[in-house]
């Protein structure tokens, strides 16, 4: 019998409308995987939801609260459904920047501080089989939600544009950001360059819930490292489990 996975999307922060994108990518991808798939619009009464559903396994694809600040985690822990990303303490911590950057500082990965001179943002997603960066370059004075979000809003360039060993250290320090915040499956590690004098390497934040749509990063370095996208969501959902 196959797989029944619920994807869980929506939801009500300001990324609703991406997230709704992003599940909807992944419901298809499943769909051509051979699974059986259940999609879900969060709401508060997402136990209920799930209760209904008898999913295997809940794919998780929101965006911001609840989906990303450890409450869902919570209550896919307490139903005991096995599910996809990071955990219910690393994702509350990687929501809260502050307590974020207390853990990333012991876990040697230097951060950003009030103020940093930079020029570009480079990104990198935790993956099999090898971690890759991303340079990320706005085609606005600023890397706002549109230019996140919006198609044409960004270029982004892959492999990134610096130096050598610029690029292995943004490799090395992502895999050490993932794990001193406690990160399980697909994360993105946000750094930023000063390559116009000082030389800086700062990581920005961690996400442990990165986008799945057309415009998203995550697929993008997939591809690059050769793994398609269907490949990505399924063995996200292969990876999935409880006490993450």
Same mark, same amino acid.
């Given at each position: 019998?196959?797989? %029944?996975?619920?994807?869980?999307?929506?939801?009500?922060?300001?990324?609703?409308?991406?997230?709704?994108?992003?599940? &909807?990518?992944?419901?298809?991808?499943?769909?051509?995987?051979?699974?059986?798939?259940?999609?879900?619009?969060?709401?508060?009464?997402?136990?209920?939801?799930?209760?209904?559903?008898?999913?295997?396994?809940?794919?998780?694809?929101?965006?911001?609260?609840?989906?990303?600040?450890?409450?869902?985690?919570?209550?896919?822990?307490?139903?005991?459904?096995?599910?996809?990303?990071?955990?219910?303490?690393?994702?509350?911590?990687?929501?809260?920047?502050?307590?974020? &950057?207390?853990?990333?500082?012991?876990?040697?990965?230097?951060?950003?501080?009030?103020?940093?001179?930079?020029?570009?943002?480079?990104? &990198?997603?935790?993956?099999?089989?090898?971690?890759?960066?991303?340079?990320?370059?706005?085609?606005?004075?600023?890397?706002?939600?549109?230019? &996140?979000?919006?198609?044409?809003?960004?270029? %982004?360039?892959?492999?990134?544009?610096?130096?050598?060993?610029?690029?292995?250290?943004?490799?090395?320090?992502?895999?050490?950001? %993932?794990?001193?915040?406690?990160?399980?499956?697909?994360?993105?590690?946000?750094?930023?360059?000063?390559?116009?004098?000082?030389?800086?390497?700062?990581?920005?934040?961690?996400?442990?819930?990165?986008?799945?749509?057309?415009?998203?990063?995550?697929?993008?370095?997939?591809?690059?490292?050769?793994?398609?996208?269907?490949?990505?969501?399924?063995?996200?959902?292969?990876?999935?489990?409880?006490?993450?």
């Amino acid at each position: 019998m196959a797989k %029944h996975v619920a994807v869980l999307m929506g939801g009500w922060s300001a990324e609703r409308e991406v997230s709704l994108r992003s599940g &909807k990518a992944c419901s298809d991808a499943l769909k051509r995987g051979g699974y059986r798939v259940t999609p879900i619009d969060v709401t508060p009464d997402v136990a209920a939801a799930l209760r209904a559903a008898e999913p295997d396994v809940a794919l998780n694809v929101l965006h911001g609260r609840p989906g990303e600040d450890g409450t869902l985690q919570g209550v896919l822990e307490v139903l005991g459904i096995p599910y996809s990303h990071s955990g219910v303490l690393a994702s509350a911590l990687a929501m809260q920047k502050d307590f974020a &950057k207390v853990q990333l500082r012991a876990g040697g990965v230097p951060v950003a501080e009030d103020r940093v001179v930079s020029r570009f943002e480079a990104a &990198k997603a935790h993956l099999l089989p090898r971690p890759d960066v991303i340079e990320i370059v706005p085609a606005t004075r600023f890397y706002d939600y549109e230019a &996140k979000y919006a198609p044409g809003g960004s270029k %982004h360039l892959l492999p990134a544009q610096i130096l050598p060993n610029v690029y292995q250290e943004v490799r090395r320090l992502s895999l050490a950001a %993932h794990n001193a915040l406690g990160c399980r499956g697909v994360s993105r590690a946000d750094f930023r360059y000063d390559d116009r004098g000082t030389g800086e390497l700062v990581c920005l934040e961690v996400n442990t819930q990165p986008g799945m749509t057309e415009t998203s990063l995550v697929p993008e370095l997939a591809a690059y490292a050769g793994i398609t996208f269907d490949e990505l969501v399924r063995w996200m959902v292969e990876d999935a489990s409880t006490n993450r």
